[in-house]
């Protein structure tokens, strides 16, 4: 079966510091890598989607940018963090064009001092 | 910006009850989803309707979707206390960009 893994569950780092969220994914291959930002009680704010290693779309300009370095791996990174930057960080994936829905890691909880 | 809106921002309700939650979206679509998250949790995929489709039941649930309003509602019916959640809509649009927008959620609190 197919499962997700995002690490870490909390994070709390100062401003100005760099910043690496990953995000791996096992049992199926060519997935569709996405992040998401959720600020507190909010909806969801899509970041960066990816089809395929080194495939890597924007939605939103920002602080932060992603990778894809691996097929089933998908990095969320930040050289200098800002207040802003502080939410919870979601990671899904699906296959094709999602119609059985996203799988979503249980999120990654960054506060920016 | 959000392609989907839910209605009401937040629900409380007494454990028995059913809960209708409605999302609103601005574009034509390919098919919209619901989806459930516990507090601070990720989100699970509760049901997908594609546009070629009026309503779905899984379990508990009843999804309706009327695309000429743009409108989709989720239906709960005897809401139990574990049904304590946000809900989202999702929509993707036609050209099948791989992309789901996430609407803003509905707070719901059953009560036991």
């Known amino acids: 079966s197919q499962t997700i893994h995002q690490w870490p569950a909390t994070l709390v780092q100062p401003v100005g510091s760099p910043l690496s969220l990953e995000c791996t994914v096992e049992g199926t291959s060519n997935p569709n890598l996405y992040w998401y930002r959720q600020a507190a009680g909010r909806g969801l704010q899509l970041l960066f989607y990816s089809v395929g290693i080194g495939q890597i779309s924007s939605e939103v300009p920002q602080n932060l940018s992603a990778s894809r370095p691996q097929d089933r791996q998908f990095i969320l990174s930040s050289k200098k963090l800002l207040l802003s930057d502080s939410g919870f960080y979601l990671c899904?994936?699906?296959?094709?064009?999602?119609?059985?829905?996203?799988?979503f890691g249980s999120g990654t909880r960054l506060t920016v001092v | 910006s959000q392609q989907g809106e839910e209605d009401p921002q937040a629900l409380s309700i007494q454990e028995g009850e059913n809960a209708t939650m409605n999302c609103s979206y601005k574009t034509s679509i390919n098919n919209l989803q619901w989806y459930r998250q516990n507090s601070g949790r990720g989100l699970v995929h509760l049901i997908l309707?594609?546009?070629?489709?009026r309503e779905k039941h899984s379990g508990r649930l009843r999804v309706t979707l009327d695309t000429s309003k743009k409108s989709s509602s989720l239906l709960i019916t005897a809401s139990r206390a574990a049904d304590t959640a946000s809900y989202f809509c999702a929509t993707a649009s036609p050209s099948g960009t791989y992309k789901y927008i996430f609407g803003t959620g509905t707070r719901l609190k059953v009560l036991a």
């Open positions: 309707i594609r546009s070629n489709e």
């Open positions: 899904a994936w699906s296959s094709g064009q999602g119609l059985r829905g996203y799988t």
